[in-house]
């Protein structure tokens, strides 16, 4: 089951294989400013603050996602701030490519993506992309108990459609 310790787990995954970007935080703001040991560019994922289920077959759960990548931009920098925007929003999209490479276990509803652009948030040198987007997460093997065979891992490899096709008789079996 998807829950947002996996999410995080896998955004974390991700973000830690790309090497542009130096710190992953999972938390709030205000936790940014009392990590001393950050090194920026900073991904920070916000916890999720609603999730929804939109219908009876449990398929897909649906969380509201909102992440921000954060970077310095001093007097003496020699990129400017659009130039640091767009390199924050490489990283960015470069997060959700590696996202999209597991389809059956998260989706991006409507492979929407809504981006924000920002500086001065939490202090004078900070230039911020803020990213938000609805992540559906496969949820439907938790109607069920499998046995036998079938172990989490063995679940989640399954695409979607293979998991249609699968009865609860198959599983139990």
Same mark, same amino acid.
């Given at each position: 089951?998807?829950?947002?310790?996996?999410?995080?787990?896998?955004?974390?995954?991700?973000?830690?294989?790309?090497?542009?970007?130096? @710190?992953? /935080?999972?938390?709030?703001?205000?936790?940014?400013?009392?990590?001393?040991?950050?090194? %920026?560019? #900073?991904?920070?994922? $916000?916890?999720?603050?609603?999730?929804?289920?939109?219908?009876?077959?449990?398929?897909?759960?649906?969380?509201?996602?909102?992440?921000?990548?954060?970077?310095?931009?001093?007097?003496?920098?020699?990129?400017?701030?659009?130039?640091?925007?767009?390199?924050?929003?490489?990283?960015?999209?470069?997060?959700?490519?590696?996202?999209?490479? @597991?389809? /059956?276990?998260?989706?991006?509803?409507?492979?929407?993506?809504?981006?924000?652009?920002? %500086?001065? #948030?939490?202090?004078? $040198?900070?230039?911020?992309?803020?990213?938000?987007?609805?992540?559906?997460?496969?949820?439907?093997?938790?109607?069920?108990?499998?046995?036998?065979?079938?172990?989490?891992?063995?679940?989640?490899?399954?695409?979607?459609?293979?998991?249609?096709?699968?009865?609860?008789?198959?599983?139990?079996?």
């Amino acid at each position: 089951m998807a829950q947002i310790t996996d999410i995080k787990d896998r955004f974390e995954t991700i973000v830690t294989s790309i090497t542009d970007i130096n @710190t992953f /935080s999972f938390d709030v703001f205000s936790s940014l400013n009392t990590n001393r040991t950050k090194t %920026y560019p #900073v991904f920070l994922l $916000k916890v999720p603050e609603r999730s929804q289920i939109p219908n009876s077959n449990l398929d897909w759960k649906f969380y509201d996602i909102e992440f921000y990548l954060l970077d310095l931009h001093k007097q003496a920098d020699t990129r400017t701030r659009s130039e640091v925007w767009d390199e924050l929003q490489v990283m960015a999209e470069q997060v959700l490519i590696e996202l999209r490479t @597991t389809p /059956s276990v998260y989706r991006i509803k409507d492979k929407a993506v809504e981006f924000e652009y920002g %500086y001065d #948030v939490l202090n004078d $040198k900070c230039v911020v992309v803020k990213g938000k987007l609805t992540l559906g997460a496969f949820h439907c093997y938790t109607a069920f108990t499998p046995t036998g065979t079938y172990t989490y891992e063995m679940v989640m490899a399954l695409t979607y459609e293979q998991l249609q096709l699968l009865t609860y008789d198959q599983l139990a079996a």
